[in-house]
């Protein structure tokens, strides 16, 4: 997908994830370096779906939308804004996990600005169902623990103290949490700790993966490379920040996930859907 050359989006039908969204040739998104694309796992980057588990919970983690081929239902051009909608059904796979019939509808639209995208889940099975969801989204960032070089002389130390000096230009941050009820899932995803966001501005400075429940629709984040990203969604009512630290040491210092999510369970009757909207804009 294209826009007058000035944006440009890629999606994959496995897992109907987003690798790639880049404004004037950069790159805002992120792939991490043990990404594949032979379907023998999720894509791991980018916007991978979680269906219909975030997780923790019975099924494999972040469910098995992320897994599977998704389909292309149409491919179309609004006002000059590419917009593609991808769909994926239950199948003898899904059914093998969780005995539904659903529909998820994926429609993604790029902008001059914007990358948006539209989740609709329909209940087409006989009884009700409960999932839960999260669009991952992995955000290319800089960390003020970036340094590509190692700290053993004296003109070292000096580079990495003027870096840490100059954090608060060049750590990636977001802004717009604070007063949010916290899920802290560290140390324990199964028992998460309660707390509050006390912080106007939440940094990644070691690992991080907490859930921020009744989240605003607008969030800010500064990816510490230039560039202020507006993230604004419709029913997405939660938030989850997530930085694997020195889990991933290879690749921690370049991403942060900013996941829109809905943690508690969605209960649709026969025939219902819900709808989640997320616009990421480069401000
Ligand atoms: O490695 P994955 O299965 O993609 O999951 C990566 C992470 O995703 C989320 O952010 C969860 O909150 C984390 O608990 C999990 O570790």
Request: aromatic share 10%.
């Amino acid at each position: 997908m294209e826009v007058l050359c000035s944006s440009e989006a890629e999606v994959y039908l496995h897992g109907g994830c987003v690798t790639s969204w880049k404004l004037d040739g950069k790159e805002l998104l992120f792939l991490r370096p043990d990404a594949v694309f032979n379907g023998e796992k999720p894509i791991s980057g980018g916007i991978p779906h979680c269906f219909p588990q975030f997780g923790p919970g019975p099924l494999q983690q972040h469910g098995f939308a992320r897994n599977m081929e998704w389909s292309i239902v149409s491919v179309e051009n609004m006002q000059m804004n590419p917009c593609v909608t991808l769909e994926l059904k239950d199948s003898p796979y899904s059914r093998g996990m969780w005995d539904y019939g659903f529909r998820a509808l994926y429609k993604v639209t790029l902008h001059k600005d914007t990358l948006s995208t539209q989740i609709t889940i329909t209940n087409t099975h006989h009884t009700p169902f409960s999932f839960t969801t999260a669009l991952h989204t992995y955000f290319k960032v800089s960390t003020i623990f970036k340094t590509n070089r190692n700290i053993n002389n004296y003109v070292d130390i000096c580079i990495y103290l003027i870096r840490v000096m100059q954090a608060s230009a060049e750590e990636a941050s977001v802004k717009c949490l604070k007063g949010c009820k916290t899920l802290n899932k560290e140390p324990d995803p199964r028992n998460p700790v309660e707390g509050k966001e006390e912080r106007d501005v939440v940094t990644f400075l070691g690992f991080v993966d907490c859930i921020y429940l009744d989240a605003p629709d607008e969030l800010h984040l500064d990816n510490g490379l230039g560039d202020s990203i507006t993230i604004r969604n419709t029913n997405w009512s939660d938030t989850v920040l997530w930085n694997p630290y020195l889990t991933m040491e290879s690749c921690y210092k370049d991403f942060v996930c900013v996941e829109n999510a809905r943690i508690g369970e969605i209960e649709l009757q026969p025939n219902q859907s819900w709808t989640g909207v997320q616009h990421l804009i480069k401000a």
